[in-house]
């Protein structure tokens, strides 16, 4: 039997819009509708399998209705640029999926649906109406279904005779009746004023149509309906008129014409890269089947196992160059087990199983040799997962997942299945479609797995000449081979070497954090007159804003607000405030850091072993977790305390700090090229005296500690682009002061200004940004019509090179001192990197040399027009040596 499946184009892209974040690709074109529309359209052809396909647009703002009343769908606001854009869009992909469209000059996409709806009900064919629009239900028959779609576009509600008759009491038809009555405010129609659905609905129940009603005026009760009906006689007639759906439009499109046969797979996956759908790519039938089984790719491998006993015929595969994958179970490198490897050069994919691998000799020793070549994925997961289990990895030649980051730093943390989207014939699932996700995650059959982990070693084969050639296209390939990749090998010895954790101090800390947080819970319960729950939200705004009677500064859904924003907003109208902050942070200490920490000492080691994240961050800042060691709050003393725990491993060593001072500044200076600023560090003035004796025009002796604390927020939140309002909450002074002060460090600092404005415009110009050392930042939202959105982009597209750029400088720093240990012969080890800061292990007698080789190494990094600067401390432990 025939299936019409009629979409309402319009009414699919402005719910899919609305319901989605304004995402939009790497070279700023918006896709969240064309997203949400895809996803809906690949549901309904999976599950409805329709015979016949057609979606309907409205051709324009002014259609036949207009006619009979001007203001017709008069309250809609514009339609954003940003959803206008993506029309053209959905229309390319309907053309990709060879899927018929149409739209009609004076008519809406439910005149289209409606006609087509009556022809094939005429025809005795099923269809099925997809829409978010509810005026469509008068459209249901026997044949006819309409499918209402749910949050956003991701569900779907359908409707038959039975449904429509469940949940109103009516027939199909009567829907009009219903509108006339209630009218529409998404629509502006008008309806009788003071009749909503229920009083609509049990009007119907009675006597069944806007006519009937209107006819037995005299017999429904209440005064103020009865008035309200008499006076708007024409407004019911005129809103049910402009609720009927049209069935005999002029539309000369068949039915027999929307015959739909299925997709080319080709232009579908062109248009979804365009788009970057990365996570839609496995799901294009031709590719690849959700089993991970079948394929119909241009460019075939053939996927062999390596078993126990047939090693010896596989010895001449281990080639070089050759794309290899290390495949793990779960995500923690530290931690995960092995679960075996892909190997793949020139159409030939291999899956080697763990236990055949680590007893394959001449696997091992292909492993460790530096001379064959390897292109890996991710070089500093394989080699520390590999260490972890005794096994060497040397020869890695390029890293797609640091070359991908940097193509498009916004992409967090791809897998393989993302960059084969993007540059593979071969098709490869992401990891959850093979696993699981979260409880269901688990290991598949054998045969499933290999097929998984030798497909991504063939897509790696076919990404890497490809990605290589986009990277060097982009000036991106020194920043690759020279920072990035052999950054990686040098966190990759940070993790594994790791930092020695003094446990009985951490246990000491929590029970001095106990002993205070029960003083201070002593004293809120004193100033509250009574004993609650402090870690309820719910109990704590009884007492603040029912006992105490302090002002309710923000509502949420479950009552006023207790955030930390709140509470500090309030801690002048009360001394508790200041008690409850201060208990909080100690209970988040006690929690996160001693208690996290704690549970990432490593049993073996005596060590936490943090991961240090290199392709995460847009500025090319590095981050660590599990555990985070560069979050650990050091304004507050008993959080500083924490850093006491961070020892040497070696009994007799020293832990050295080494700090850059001001980098951003200085980078700042350098990109700018402002003459007071450049004068200023060349000095080695301090910066933030000297930019307040430039501001107040006055000596150096005449600043005053307000004063240097003014100019150093204006310093620091120059570099972010910091607005008037922004300083003003700052420094607690008024939005007009603040602006003044703006205003006057850019009469000062007139580079400064100058390259805020010319770095936006070329930000404008370009689609992106750059550091020093070319690292790129696309800002899609530099050209948004939301102000906010924009603003934001300028913010970023002012910041990113700078501290982008420090950023770099402090990764070569790290990567010449791993060099410079290990040509001097040095036992001193490099442990961590905490924003500008480096910290090492160093024996008694290499401390001199480290004390000076340090602050040499990080100065020299990269040449400035101001001299870098850094600080060097040491102690017996982390603490100490701050």
Same mark, same amino acid.
């Given at each position: 039997?025939?299936?019409?499946?009629?979409?309402?184009?319009?009414?699919?892209?402005?719910?899919?819009?609305?319901?989605?974040?304004?995402?939009?690709?790497?070279?700023?074109?918006?896709?969240?509708?064309?997203?949400?529309?895809?996803?809906?359209?690949?549901?309904?052809?999976?599950?409805?399998?329709?015979?016949?396909?057609?979606?309907?647009?409205?051709?324009?703002?002014?259609?036949?209705?207009?006619?009979?009343?001007?203001?017709?769908?008069?309250?809609?606001?514009?339609?954003?640029?940003?959803?206008?854009?993506?029309?053209?869009?959905?229309?390319?992909?309907?053309?990709?999926?060879?899927?018929?469209?149409?739209?009609?000059?004076?008519?809406?996409?439910?005149?289209?649906?409606?006609?087509?709806?009556?022809?094939?009900?005429?025809?005795?064919?099923?269809?099925?109406?997809?829409?978010?629009?509810?005026?469509?239900?008068?459209?249901?028959?026997?044949?006819?279904?309409?499918?209402?779609?749910?949050?956003?576009?991701?569900?779907?509600?359908?409707?038959?005779?039975?449904?429509?008759? @469940? %949940?109103?009491? !009516? +027939?199909? *038809?009567?829907?009009?009746?219903?509108?006339?009555?209630?009218? #529409?405010?998404? $629509?502006? /129609?008008?309806?009788?004023?003071?009749?909503? @659905? %229920?009083?609509? !609905? +049990?009007? *119907?129940?009675?006597?069944?149509?806007?006519?009937?009603?209107? #006819?037995?005026? $005299?017999? /429904?009760?209440?005064?103020?309906?009865?008035?309200?009906?008499?006076?708007?006689?024409?407004?019911?007639?005129?809103?049910?008129?402009?609720?009927?759906?049209?069935?005999?439009?002029?539309?000369?499109?068949?039915?027999?014409?929307?015959?739909?046969?299925?997709?080319?797979?080709?232009?579908?996956?062109?248009?979804?890269?365009?788009?970057?759908?990365?996570?839609?790519?496995?799901?294009?039938?031709?590719?690849?089947?959700?089993?991970?089984?079948?394929?119909?790719?241009?460019?075939?491998?053939?996927?062999?196992?390596?078993?126990?006993?047939?090693?010896?015929?596989?010895?001449?595969?281990?080639?070089?160059?050759?794309?290899?994958?290390?495949?793990?179970?779960?995500?923690?490198?530290?931690?995960?087990?092995?679960?075996?490897?892909?190997?793949?050069?020139?159409?030939?994919?291999?899956?080697?199983?763990?236990?055949?691998?680590?007893?394959?000799?001449?696997?091992?020793?292909?492993?460790?040799?530096?001379?064959?070549?390897?292109?890996?994925?991710?070089?500093?997961?394989?080699?520390?997962?590999?260490?972890?289990?005794?096994?060497?990895?040397?020869?890695?030649?390029?890293?797609?997942?640091?070359?991908?980051?940097?193509?498009?730093?916004?992409?967090?943390?791809?897998?393989?299945?993302?960059?084969?989207?993007?540059?593979?014939?071969?098709?490869?699932?992401?990891?959850?479609?093979?696993?699981?996700?979260?409880?269901?995650?688990?290991?598949?059959?054998?045969?499933?797995?290999?097929?998984?982990?030798?497909?991504?070693?063939?897509?790696?084969?076919?990404?890497?000449?490809?990605?290589?050639?986009?990277?060097?296209?982009?000036?991106?390939?020194?920043?690759?081979?020279?920072?990035?990749?052999?950054?990686?090998?040098?966190?990759?010895?940070?993790?594994?070497?790791?930092?020695?954790?003094?446990?009985?101090?951490?246990?000491?800390?929590?029970?001095?954090?106990?002993?205070?947080?029960?003083?201070?819970?002593?004293?809120?319960?004193?100033?509250?007159?009574?004993?609650?729950?402090?870690?309820?939200?719910?109990?704590?705004?009884?007492?603040?804003?029912?006992?105490?009677?302090?002002?309710?500064?923000?509502?949420?859904?479950?009552?006023?607000?207790?955030?930390?924003?709140?509470?500090?907003?309030?801690?002048?109208?009360?001394?508790?405030?200041?008690?409850?902050?201060?208990?909080?942070?100690?209970?988040?200490?006690?929690?996160?850091?001693?208690?996290?920490?704690?549970?990432?000492?490593?049993?073996?080691?005596?060590?936490?072993?943090?991961?240090?994240?290199?392709?995460?961050?847009?500025?090319?800042?590095?981050?660590?977790?599990?555990?985070?060691?560069?979050?650990?709050?050091?304004?507050?003393?008993?959080?500083?305390?924490?850093?006491?725990?961070?020892?040497?491993?070696?009994?007799?060593?020293?832990?050295?700090?080494?700090?850059?001072?001001?980098?951003?500044?200085?980078?700042?200076?350098?990109?700018?090229?402002?003459?007071?600023?450049?004068?200023?560090?060349?000095?080695?003035?301090?910066?933030?005296?000297?930019?307040?004796?430039?501001?107040?025009?006055?000596?150096?002796?005449?600043?005053?500690?307000?004063?240097?604390?003014?100019?150093?927020?204006?310093?620091?939140?120059?570099?972010?682009?910091?607005?008037?309002?922004?300083?003003?909450?700052?420094?607690?002074?008024?939005?007009?002061?603040?602006?003044?002060?703006?205003?006057?460090?850019?009469?000062?600092?007139?580079?400064?200004?100058?390259?805020?404005?010319?770095?936006?415009?070329?930000?404008?110009?370009?689609?992106?940004?750059?550091?020093?050392?070319?690292?790129?930042?696309?800002?899609?939202?530099?050209?948004?019509?939301?102000?906010?959105?924009?603003?934001?982009?300028?913010?970023?597209?002012?910041?990113?090179?700078?501290?982008?750029?420090?950023?770099?400088?402090?990764?070569?720093?790290?990567?010449?001192?791993?060099?410079?240990?290990?040509?001097?012969?040095?036992?001193?080890?490099?442990?961590?990197?905490?924003?500008?800061?480096?910290?090492?292990?160093?024996?008694?007698?290499?401390?001199?040399?480290?004390?000076?080789?340090?602050?040499?190494?990080?100065?020299?990094?990269?040449?400035?027009?101001?001299?870098?600067?850094?600080?060097?401390?040491?102690?017996?432990?982390?603490?100490?040596?701050?």
């Amino acid at each position: 039997m025939s299936h019409l499946v009629l979409i309402d184009g319009n009414s699919i892209a402005n719910r899919a819009f609305y319901a989605l974040p304004l995402l939009s690709t790497s070279a700023g074109l918006h896709t969240n509708a064309v997203l949400g529309f895809t996803t809906m359209l690949l549901k309904v052809l999976e599950e409805m399998k329709p015979t016949h396909v057609l979606v309907a647009f409205d051709a324009g703002k002014v259609v036949f209705r207009h006619s009979e009343f001007a203001e017709y769908k008069g309250g809609r606001s514009k339609t954003p640029p940003e959803l206008s854009e993506q029309f053209p869009l959905i229309r390319e992909l309907l053309d990709a999926f060879s899927i018929r469209r149409f739209e009609l000059e004076g008519y809406e996409a439910d005149d289209i649906i409606g006609t087509l709806t009556l022809r094939a009900d005429e025809n005795n064919w099923k269809t099925t109406v997809i829409t978010g629009d509810k005026d469509m239900l008068q459209l249901v028959s026997d044949n006819v279904s309409v499918a209402l779609t749910r949050k956003g576009v991701s569900e779907i509600e359908m409707y038959t005779p039975k449904e429509i008759e @469940e %949940k109103y009491g !009516l +027939k199909p *038809l009567q829907i009009i009746d219903l509108k006339g009555l209630m009218g #529409d405010s998404s $629509d502006n /129609i008008p309806g009788v004023p003071g009749v909503g @659905e %229920k009083t609509a !609905l +049990k009007l *119907l129940h009675e006597y069944g149509s806007v006519e009937a009603v209107l #006819d037995n005026v $005299d017999k /429904i009760s209440g005064k103020k309906l009865q008035e309200n009906l008499r006076e708007n006689v024409d407004k019911a007639k005129l809103s049910k008129a402009l609720a009927t759906i049209m069935r005999d439009a002029p539309v000369e499109v068949n039915v027999e014409e929307t015959s739909y046969q299925g997709y080319e797979a080709d232009p579908v996956v062109d248009f979804f890269k365009k788009m970057e759908f990365k996570s839609l790519l496995p799901k294009v039938k031709g590719t690849a089947t959700a089993e991970g089984g079948e394929v119909t790719e241009a460019a075939p491998f053939s996927f062999e196992v390596v078993e126990e006993g047939q090693t010896s015929q596989f010895a001449d595969k281990l080639t070089s160059p050759m794309a290899f994958y290390v495949e793990m179970d779960g995500e923690n490198y530290h931690h995960a087990p092995i679960l075996g490897f892909g190997l793949a050069a020139d159409g030939v994919a291999l899956y080697v199983p763990w236990d055949v691998a680590k007893e394959w000799t001449a696997f091992r020793e292909w492993l460790a040799d530096e001379s064959r070549e390897k292109w890996v994925f991710d070089g500093k997961r394989d080699t520390v997962g590999l260490a972890w289990h005794g096994l060497e990895l040397a020869g890695i030649r390029f890293d797609s997942y640091l070359a991908s980051y940097l193509l498009n730093a916004a992409e967090s943390s791809p897998q393989v299945a993302d960059i084969a989207a993007h540059y593979a014939e071969i098709r490869v699932l992401p990891d959850e479609e093979v696993y699981g996700k979260g409880a269901k995650r688990i290991v598949p059959e054998s045969d499933v797995l290999s097929e998984h982990v030798a497909r991504k070693a063939a897509a790696l084969w076919q990404c890497v000449p490809r990605i290589r050639t986009e990277v060097e296209a982009s000036r991106l390939d020194e920043l690759l081979k020279r920072i990035e990749e052999p950054l990686s090998l040098v966190l990759a010895a940070m993790e594994k070497q790791g930092v020695k954790v003094n446990e009985s101090r951490l246990q000491q800390m929590g029970e001095e954090l106990d002993a205070q947080l029960e003083k201070l819970t002593e004293q809120i319960y004193e100033l509250a007159g009574t004993s609650f729950n402090i870690n309820s939200p719910k109990q704590l705004g009884e007492i603040l804003f029912d006992k105490l009677d302090l002002p309710v500064l923000k509502k949420t859904k479950t009552g006023p607000s207790t955030s930390a924003d709140v509470l500090e907003k309030l801690a002048p109208y009360h001394p508790i405030i200041e008690v409850i902050l201060h208990y909080r942070q100690l209970g988040k200490l006690r929690s996160t850091y001693i208690e996290g920490l704690t549970k990432e000492i490593h049993p073996g080691t005596g060590k936490v072993h943090t991961l240090f994240n290199q392709a995460t961050t847009a500025t090319g800042r590095l981050s660590s977790t599990e555990p985070n060691l560069q979050n650990i709050p050091i304004r507050l003393e008993e959080g500083r305390k924490i850093r006491e725990a961070f020892i040497p491993s070696e009994e007799g060593w020293y832990i050295l700090a080494a700090d850059y001072s001001q980098i951003e500044l200085r980078v700042l200076a350098h990109i700018s090229g402002d003459e007071n600023l450049i004068d200023a560090f060349q000095k080695d003035m301090d910066i933030h005296t000297r930019t307040a004796m430039d501001v107040f025009g006055v000596a150096q002796e005449e600043v005053t500690s307000l004063m240097r604390r003014q100019a150093k927020a204006v310093n620091f939140g120059i570099v972010y682009g910091i607005s008037d309002y922004g300083l003003s909450q700052n420094l607690n002074i008024t939005r007009k002061e603040a602006g003044e002060f703006i205003e006057r460090y850019f009469a000062v600092f007139s580079g400064v200004k100058k390259y805020m404005e010319d770095i936006v415009q070329q930000a404008k110009q370009d689609g992106y940004v750059t550091t020093l050392l070319h690292r790129r930042r696309y800002l899609p939202d530099i050209k948004s019509s939301n102000f906010n959105l924009r603003s934001f982009a300028e913010r970023t597209a002012m910041n990113t090179p700078i501290q982008g750029t420090a950023a770099d400088i402090i990764k070569l720093a790290m990567i010449r001192m791993q060099e410079k240990m290990r040509e001097k012969g040095l036992k001193s080890r490099m442990l961590l990197q905490v924003h500008d800061e480096l910290i090492f292990e160093v024996p008694e007698d290499e401390l001199e040399i480290m004390k000076q080789l340090v602050p040499e190494v990080m100065e020299h990094a990269l040449e400035l027009k101001v001299p870098l600067k850094a600080d060097v401390n040491y102690g017996r432990s982390w603490y100490e040596a701050k």
